[in-house]
DNA sequence: GCCCTCCCTCATGTATCCAATCCTAAGAGG
DNA sequence: CCTCTTAGGATTGGATACATGAGGGAGGGC
């Protein structure tokens, strides 16, 4: 995903031109693949000589990448002493899941209240059975994850896209912008909690393609939390 | 949501050093102003080098404040082009309303939830007071709107700080950051309006207090919900 | 007459330079 | 020995100079 940013599906990015982007651009993405990656050690102060000869740009657009993350909630700014590197906690990303829950569940409501365009029902269909697919053979084999999770993050962005907010599509995907919280770094090798996961997924579409708006809100609201307690207990380990 | 929250109830804000500020937050501060009152005509394109010299600063620090209000959602960025101003409808102002109701609503279920502590309890109360004092007339006398208003905003931030998830408080935030649909422009003359909106208020806070967490957040919810209904109206016309 | 091309101008993107501020540490005084 | 003061270097903030890409108009070809 070189010249991508983390959320490919972004409006802006896509409808413009993706092939010409700015230092500046470059540099906040790989910039913020550096800090939610852990690149970069939680509360590091960023001195912008080294970084900028480190990122083979100038200070000016790395001061544009600073400032894109700071506000991004990555880094934290003081005024004429410079960006450190936030620090995130346990609560951070609990804070960041109960919200999502929340946002999630409520696109899905809007779905189901607004009704889905039938472009965006075969997709999702499309989704479920390219899952049912992969999990066919019973257990989740490693070369099967990594379509697993394309499969999955197509499936909440269209939903997202389909909500018809841009505030909740755009809040979510901060809400992804912690580390650790990205529904695309998960790691379930259980095959019988992707397998119930998975299920969430025939049912809500269910659920809003029959008009169930708080049917669907409530199973996309639970099927988040239960993914931050799935989370949380791997972290403790 | 980092950087610059336009707040100044923010917590960073007032115990950082206030007086020392940047001159690209200064010029953020001004053109997000300007970009809320409408002084810039939306989708028109910002020339920075004229923009700069009516701010009486160089590009440097404006194109700092182009890509925080960018990020906010204000301006719109396209590379090798510019900056145009975003153009909001009304389906904008509908969406953030829509998305704030549920947040704030939630943010009082989680204080119902995890408890006030005192000293929050009391500033609740005495807002409550406060706004009882102002309406107690009858009627709600002009130079009676701005401590009123004041008063709101203290209480919903209060609400928003106890809840004690910054994620939720920061998107909120933002949906205020939208022409038209901050709470500090109100212009409620109609004095049985308000007069029930303060009646929310009381009731919120004793669901809170009683740890009625789903009353408060329906309570709430609808609270913003019918902002918005008066807002839509009064923008119909 | 219409369209295509080339070139010129202007706006943006990037680099560099200068100024202001902060951190450190050494030294003097108590 | 501790503390306060004060230079010095280092780092950030802002201004300006340079490079690159976009847009528009004039001119020529069809």
Redesign the interface.
Known sequence: MAGQDRFPAQD?EIL??PL???E??EATAILRERVLNGDLAPGERLHQVPLALSLGVSR?PL??AL??L???????????RGYTV?RFGME?IQ??Y??RA??EG?ACWLCATQGLPEAAAARLRACLEAGDRILAAGTLTPEGLPPYRAMNVEFHETLLACA?????R??VH??QNVPMASDRLFVWEDHAIIRRSHDDHHRILRAILAGQGERAEALMREHVTFAWEVLRDLLRR
């Not at 700071?70 to 004429?80: D, R, W």
């Not at 018809?164 to 909740?168: G, I, L």
């Open positions: 802006a413009s031109n010409r982007r700015t500046g651009e000016t001061r544009e400032v894109n700071a506000q991004e909630g990555l880094l934290e700014y003081e005024a004429n936030r951070d804070q960041a109960a919200v929340r946002l409520f018809e907010n841009r505030f909740v755009s809040f901060q809400t």
